[in-house]
């Protein structure tokens, strides 16, 4: 089934740690992002990707890297963890990088940092 | 920043009509995503709205007024599995979704 894979669905892990969230899709689409959402905060954008080889800071970057070595895969990195980034994280992607594109999320991963 | 405003909660009986409202002031306008998010699911694409006026899919439709900077999603003949949060979404200037907190609806039989 055509869609996008996140793991690990989900991980509790100790400050100061460095931990890589896995997001990988196999509908060919250009565009990759990283959203975080948080309680009464919606949706927030961390890092995104027009194309592979490409990316781009979003509303919330610091403390995250990304990179986009091919078309299929867009992983997140936190450097070094701290309790703020305890959240849900969403990888979605799209067709084209146009806002006019439909997004297709991932099933998230929930990360607890203690 | 972005200013996207959207009811909290909302409460409606099986059978009735709700209707959720967004108010948005944001850098730029490029058009306007609805989205549903069951608990502890992925957000799934309900409607787009760029010009304005009502697009109707279903029992869900959508209007926006760009001059108000305003929009409505509007659910009709509520159903439990309507029992969701939505997102409202505005494409800013820089081609980037910019999402609302979301309104949690509840439907109750």
Redesign the interface.
């Known amino acids: 089934i055509a869609g996008i894979t996140q793991a690990p669905t989900s991980q509790i892990l100790a400050a100061g740690r460095r931990m890589t969230l896995r997001c990988t899709q196999d509908m060919r689409h250009n565009a990759m992002y990283w959203y975080r959402q948080d309680l009464g905060l919606g949706l927030r954008l961390i890092h995104y990707s027009n194309t592979a080889g490409t990316t781009g800071k979003g509303e919330v970057p610091d403390g995250y890297s990304v990179s986009r070595a091919n078309t299929d895969d867009f992983p997140l990195t936190l450097a070094s963890a701290v309790p703020s980034q305890t959240s849900v994280y969403f990888c979605a992607s799209a067709p084209g990088a146009s806002g006019a594109n439909v997004l297709t999320f991932g099933a998230g991963s929930r990360l607890t940092v203690l | 920043g972005q200013n996207?405003d959207q009811p909290?909660e909302m409460t409606a009986t099986e059978g009735a009509i709700v209707q959720i409202n967004c108010t948005y002031q944001t850098s730029g306008f490029?058009?306007l995503?609805w989205?549903q998010q069951h608990a502890g699911?992925?957000?799934?694409?309900l409607s787009?709205n760029?010009l304005d006026g009502l697009e109707e899919k279903g029992r869900f439709s959508s209007f926006l007024s760009r001059s108000k900077g305003y929009s409505y999603l509007l659910l009709k003949e509520l159903q439990m599995k309507d029992s969701a949060s939505y997102?409202c979404?505005v494409?800013?200037g820089d081609?980037?979704?910019?999402?609302?907190?979301?309104t949690t609806v509840t439907v109750r039989a």
């Open positions: 996207i909290t490029n058009g995503f989205y699911e992925a957000p799934t694409f787009y760029v997102l979404a494409i800013v081609y980037k979704l910019s999402f609302g907190a979301g």
